[in-house]
């Protein structure tokens, strides 16, 4: 128990005013940015970095971690509301959050139930992180470019179950994201691919002005046709906040997949170059797998609930390797490093050893940080639903505006506002046509980890395929693999065997 | 059966066919698929997806041939419209003033709002974009070859 | 319309403010250069990285010793097109504003850009030289090989082996490591990651046998006896902690080396008067304290300040060296 009370003494120093008002403050600015479309958390704690130069490290790293970490929530605000995902792990938050809020006219359940499972979701990462972070942050270290690979290859069956009505065209996008993805600067040789001589594409298609276009943007070419029905809101109802509240029975139908999502989530925010990204798109894909009372994608609260219990854990999961290790689990993480540098502190795997105080105070203010940001964010939730009684006719322009700016704001060039316009076009087009642009996404995000993983696999192993198999790890993850690929064959050719001997009597 | 006019339902599928034979053809001869010794090289994963690519999307092709006709209003395209010209508006008068110039000329003379609804928006948007994304977060936007040329 | 104009009036009054930022002195064209607006300086790596670190301790220096008349630095990271858009822009900035922007730029930049694209060095105004990072090779926990000997001795009895690192000039270095040992790129292979911490992960999961890093990001794992320092690409060994490892001429080979300097440049407009101004403050950045306790010493670099026309002949060179490597 030396680590719960090595947490006490981080919770005595983070208990003090100044360093309980600078995490009041983070979880502030963390939940505007992130509520803001293409200002991910990496920008924002970039931002502020030199804001908390002032500060001692501890009271700085206090205010950053509480940042980066109200930053998952405010992503899912303007997923939920505007159907434009403040950052990429919110991309699953729309899926579900936006039609729950629009169709199903219930704004303020979405809302509550995002950020509930977000906090179950983050409560869930830190207690892991507390006890087991080092073990974590080891048993990640297990996970090299063939256990990768096999693990992506199970994650990548997960796009069968988005992929909708129909099958052909769900493949045909999850084709069209991987392609897209592999644009750019091959990471393995440094040399360009598929540039087409253009300067631009030589840095790849950037993945936030992407999301924008496809989800956003071809949500308000859309929202024109609504505007000329009688209605002219997105909601005409009065919203009050006693409507808003989520009931017992919500509160019971989220808690499974949030605390389900929670351990997924850590497991896979500890994971090497994963990310919270990841983190919520396996989170949702699970769900698929259990009983939901609405269908997913109509707006289910088990939907919201998988993804952004899943994205919260995983940020906190990410911590693990952080602090056990040194290393940064994603750019946030690098740039905190970074920020300790800035402050004489050394980063790295003695951090635990040397900086104990330090740490732990990290590791608290993350706890006091997810209670914060909760209530800052239940208090608000009955103010913003009232953005949704805006009337489409002045939605357009606004939206239309935020993803402009959004989109440059996250290349800083006019370059993401192509991006998002060209995306926004086709997303449109391809959602007119009955396809539904999420396996996309989900492909544009895994398919870059599993081609370099798989590569790497192969330059270790020589050109065999024997990597599969040689270790124990992967050769489980390839059971499980052929497993799931093979469960609905054999199923189907039971049924058609079934159905045969029937047909005969 | 066949319906009169070929729609977006064909060209979209058409077009991810070419994307398709155009990745794996770039992908096999340009970038190279395997070397004995260090195993994949870069146009390995392409050339495989390219190929998927190009079969799913022939399947698709045939089945939107049964799919009905869906034809997108004239009006859905206004705000693609309005963010080409806000690109090229960018150059010439900056991102500030194309935006919220868009944003004026919509809602007062497209929507025909108020003057008052207006200004109400006109602020709203002004918060948003100049004051969180420009000054707090200093997001530098374009100024424009006027704003250059004067300064 | 009245009311129109109002509101006219009004966007005005709200929009004006933004471009009051821009403060409008004309430059003294007599006498010395003397900033007199804010300076954009450029870097083309995200946040957190070895350029930013760089990057962000000069802008530090700079700030706290008021070099720059108290103008505001912005860095502003364009990683587009793997730094190639930045690039671009930086080196076709005209006007007055070249006086105004700097650019972050090291041999791992150089290397992919003239391979990759049409630019050159000559593109640009070198401001100065700063710093040299050079490689070592490193051993995990539990290795296969004790020493860079057994690895060579491995090799020549038919083990193929694995060796991580970054990009840039990490695959430089492993370029010129085979060349010398006479091994093909079957016999001790390179993975290449995204950055040196992804490379340093995958040798503490024992994925690689052999990891290539900068001692900056590698020293704390050698503090933590997580990785062991076998070979020194350097003419000379590391001090410190990264001591133990010998050179190649130690064992019988060349001395190997590719030394990732660190430098900045400017737009090849900036005039000649700036250009002098920025050299000379870079200079007094690296004959400050901190710039030598906390940057040099804690990172491991080797100090070594050019100014703008020892450097124009130095990367001139370097550029003329390595175009004639890669045959172009």
């Known amino acids: ?505 | 059966m066949f319906k009169e006019k070929i729609g977006t339902k064909t060209i979209l599928p058409l077009g991810t066919t070419i994307l398709g034979i155009i990745f794996s053809v770039i992908g096999f001869f340009k970038y190279g698929f395997w070397d004995e010794n260090i195993g994949t090289l870069p146009g390995f994963f392409p050339t495989i997806i390219g190929l998927l690519l190009t079969g799913i999307s022939i399947l698709a092709l045939f089945q939107s041939i049964n799919d009905e006709k869906n034809s997108s209003r004239k009006e859905n395209w206004y705000p693609v419209l309005a963010v080409i010209l806000i690109i090229i508006g960018n150059f010439i008068f900056g991102m500030y003033i194309s935006l919220f110039a868009f944003l004026i000329y919509w809602v007062r003379f497209y929507e025909k709002c108020s003057w008052k609804e207006t200004i109400v928006i006109f602020t709203i948007m002004f918060v948003i974009v100049v004051g969180a994304f420009g000054a707090w977060l200093n997001i530098n936007f374009p100024k424009g070859l006027i704003y250059n040329l004067l300064f | 319309m009245k009311k129109l104009i109002l509101a006219m009036l009004m966007a005005s009054v709200l929009v004006s403010p933004i471009f009051a930022n821009g403060e409008n002195e004309k430059q003294n064209v007599e006498g010395p250069f003397v900033p007199q607006q804010s300076i954009e300086w450029y870097c083309t790596s995200s946040p957190g990285g070895g350029s930013d670190i760089f990057t962000r301790t000069i802008i530090d220096i700079i700030n706290e010793e008021n070099l720059a008349n108290g103008q505001n630095i912005v860095i502003q990271y364009k990683t587009d097109g793997a730094g190639e858009i930045g690039r671009n822009l930086v080196s076709n900035t005209k006007g007055e504003k070249a006086d105004y922007t700097l650019l972050t730029f090291n041999s791992g930049d150089l290397m992919p850009m003239v391979k990759n694209t049409n630019k050159r060095f000559e593109d640009f105004q070198p401001i100065s030289h700063m710093a040299v990072d050079k490689h070592l090779l490193f051993v995990g926990e539990n290795p296969k090989y004790n020493s860079f000997e057994e690895v060579i001795e491995g090799i020549k009895a038919g083990d193929q082996i694995v060796l991580g690192g970054s990009k840039g000039d990490d695959i430089a270095c492993y370029n010129a490591l085979i060349e010398e040992l006479g091994f093909d790129n079957t016999q001790l292979s390179f993975i290449s990651h995204d950055g040196s911490g992804a490379a340093i992960t995958a040798m503490l999961g024992g994925h690689v046998d052999l990891l290539i890093s900068k001692p900056a990001a590698a020293s704390q794992y050698v503090e933590a006896g997580r990785i062991k320092p076998v070979l020194a690409l350097s003419t000379s060994r590391f001090p410190g902690n990264l001591n133990s490892a010998p050179t190649l001429s130690e064992l019988g080979y060349n001395d190997v080396e590719s030394p990732n300097w660190r430098s900045v440049v400017a737009p090849a407009a900036m005039s000649e008067k700036a250009a002098q101004f920025w050299s000379d403050v870079l200079k007094k950045v690296s004959e400050s304290d901190k710039w030598k306790n906390d940057y040099i010493n804690v990172k491991k670099l080797v100090p070594d300040y050019m100014d703008k026309n020892e450097f124009k002949e130095y990367g001139e060179k370097f550029q003329m060296n390595y175009l004639k490597s890669i045959g172009k």
């Open chain 1, 1 to 505: 128990m030396q680590n719960l009370e090595l947490l006490f003494t981080g919770f005595v120093t983070v208990f003090s005013v100044q360093n309980v008002l600078v995490t009041m403050l983070g979880a502030v600015l963390g939940l505007l940015i992130g509520a803001m479309p293409g200002i991910g958390s990496l920008a924002g704690v970039a931002l502020l970095l030199p804001l908390t130069y002032k500060f001692n490290p501890t009271t700085a790293i206090i205010m950053l971690g509480a940042l980066y970490y109200s930053n998952m929530y405010g992503g899912s605000f303007s997923a939920i509301l505007l159907n434009i995902p403040g950052d990429s792990p919110a991309v699953m938050t729309a899926i579900d959050g936006y039609p729950m809020a629009t169709k199903r006219k219930r704004p303020g359940q979405a809302l509550y139930t995002s950020n509930i499972s977000s906090f179950t979701g983050g409560l869930i990462g830190i207690c892991i992180l507390t006890f087991m972070g080092p073990a974590l942050a080891e048993l990640g270290l297990k996970f090299g470019p063939a256990e990768m690979t096999s693990l992506l290859l199970v994650a990548m069956t997960s796009i069968g179950w988005l992929v909708g009505s129909n099958p052909t065209k769900g493949v045909v996008l999850t084709a069209v994201g991987i392609l897209i993805a592999s644009m750019g600067m091959d990471t393995l040789t440094g040399s360009p691919r598929f540039d087409f001589g253009s300067m631009y594409l030589l840095g790849g298609v950037p993945f936030i002005p992407f999301v924008i276009g496809t989800v956003g943007f071809a949500q308000v070419m859309k929202l024109v046709d609504e505007k000329d029905k009688k209605s002219n809101n997105i909601i005409n109802e009065k919203l009050t906040i006693k409507g808003s509240m989520i009931s017992l029975h919500e509160l019971k139908r989220l808690l499974p997949p949030a605390i389900r999502s929670g351990f997924l989530g850590t497991f896979v925010g500890v994971l090497p170059g994963a990310g919270a990204t990841t983190g919520a798109f396996l989170g949702y894909a699970t769900q698929k797998a259990f009983k939901s009372e609405e269908p997913l994608g109509t707006g289910a609260i088990e939907g919201i609930a998988a993804c952004e219990s899943a994205n919260n854990a995983a940020a906190a999961g990410s911590f693990a390797p952080l602090l056990a290790l040194g290393i940064p689990g994603s750019g946030t993480g690098a740039v905190l490093l970074g920020g300790l540098m800035m402050w004489g502190l050394n980063p790295g795997p003695l951090l635990f050893t040397n900086q104990p105080e330090f740490c732990w105070s990290l590791i608290a203010s993350l706890f006091l940080a997810n209670i914060i940001t909760l209530f800052i964010a239940l208090g608000i939730i009955p103010f913003l639903v009232r953005i949704l009684t805006v009337p489409i006719k002045l939605m357009i322009p606004a939206i239309t505006m935020v993803c402009i700016v959004g989109s440059y704001s996250s290349t800083n060039s006019l370059y993401g506002v192509v991006v998002m316009l060209i995306s926004g076009v086709f997303g449109f087009l391809f959602e007119k046509n009955g396809y539904s642009t999420a396996p996309m996404l989900l492909s544009f995000v895994l398919a870059p980890l599993l081609e370099s993983n798989m590569r790497k696999a192969f330059i270790i192993s020589h050109g065999s395929l024997d990597f599969f198999v040689k270790s124990p790890i992967s050769l489980v993850l390839v059971i499980l693999l052929i497993l799931i690929i093979s469960t609905p064959i054999i199923r189907g050719s039971l049924k058609i065997v079934k159905n045969k001997k029937q047909n005969k009597k």
